[in-house]
């Protein structure tokens, strides 16, 4: 690719060839995914004439920020582009004070990231299938508003994701909440994406993903911390199938979201 290519910000208005990028390596990304990517993130790409050739986004949170949405091309990997962009998302963060940045590495990206610092911190397991589910709600009920997503997520993390809880509630498909925990689901074309779920124990996850499914046909998608491995089982046994782990990393220190009581995660581009 002849000259160099410049990093620039990137907007709402080229949403859709950011779904174009990522379809076209094998991402199922959708055009409601990237509408919460673009509330809650700041997006940067590398434009080659009129198209798009590479795209990161550095999703923006209280104290902290995690690398989403890293895609090059096939016709410009090889040269630098990922790079590119992930320093320009580094230096974002460095710039905004946001000391601590998290992502979810796919094999490919691995030594990039942590060409910049970023160590392994656990793995997450992808879990996906119709699960196989019957009997009655324990009787949680559906999120009322984004307030009692915040007031809990506050009291396990230290912090709140505002722009991303409010873009999954806003498109969710299913919930569930008690006063100690809560569940979100969202539909997306190969089905519903299970997430975040919080909960106090595994007990509580247990029940308020009980009453998620419940609520939903067809099938999931769950992102469970390598860690919840008897909440991995429980879901094996529901009939899901575990399809590959991919590892969180982190640079700068201990992300904040990535505590005991989170039992699944809001996305991979989220944690």
């Known amino acids: 690719m002849p000259g160099a290519l410049a990093v620039q910000a990137l907007s709402c208005d080229d949403l859709a060839r950011n779904v174009a990028l990522s379809n076209s390596v094998g991402w199922p ?22 198209e798009l050739v590479a795209q990161g986004a550095l999703g923006l949170f209280e104290g902290a920020a995690s690398i989403a949405k890293m895609v090059v091309a096939k016709s410009a990997q090889r040269q630098g582009l990922g790079g590119q962009v ?53 009787g949680s ?10 007031r809990i997520e506050r009291q396990y993390t230290g912090s709140a994701r505002a722009a991303v809880l409010s873009g999954r509630l806003r498109q969710a498909s299913a919930s569930a909440i008690c006063s100690d ?18 909960a106090e124990n595994e007990h509580t996850a247990r029940r308020l993903t009980r009453d998620l ?7 999931v998608r769950f992102d469970v ?25 982190a640079r700068g220190g201990a992300l904040p979201w990535a505590v005991a009581q989170r ?5 991979q581009a989220w944690g």
Request: aromatic share 6%.
């Open 29 to 50: 990304d959708s055009e409601s995914e990237w509408a919460i990517i673009y509330e809650a993130a700041r997006v940067l790409g590398v434009n080659h004439g009129s």
């Open 263 to 267: 039992f699944g995660l809001a996305t």
């Open 141 to 150: 009920a559906s999120i009322a508003d984004l307030e009692q997503l915040l």
């Open 86 to 138: 992930l320093d320009a998302l580094l230096a974002e963060a460095d710039r905004r004070s946001l000391a601590r940045v998290g992502l979810v590495a796919t094999p490919a990206g691995q030594r990039l990231y942590e060409s910049r610092g970023f160590v392994p911190v656990r793995e997450v397991a992808i879990l996906v299938g119709t699960p196989t589910i019957s009997g009655e709600s324990s």
């Open 225 to 249: 911390p390598g860690e919840q491995q008897q909440f991995r089982r429980w879901l094996q046994q529901l009939g899901l199938v575990e399809k590959g782990l991919h590892l969180e990393m």
């Open 213 to 219: 499914l419940l609520r939903l046909t067809g099938p």
């Open 181 to 198: 925990g809560f569940a979100l689901a969202t539909s997306h074309p190969s089905g519903s994406r299970i997430g975040p779920i919080f």
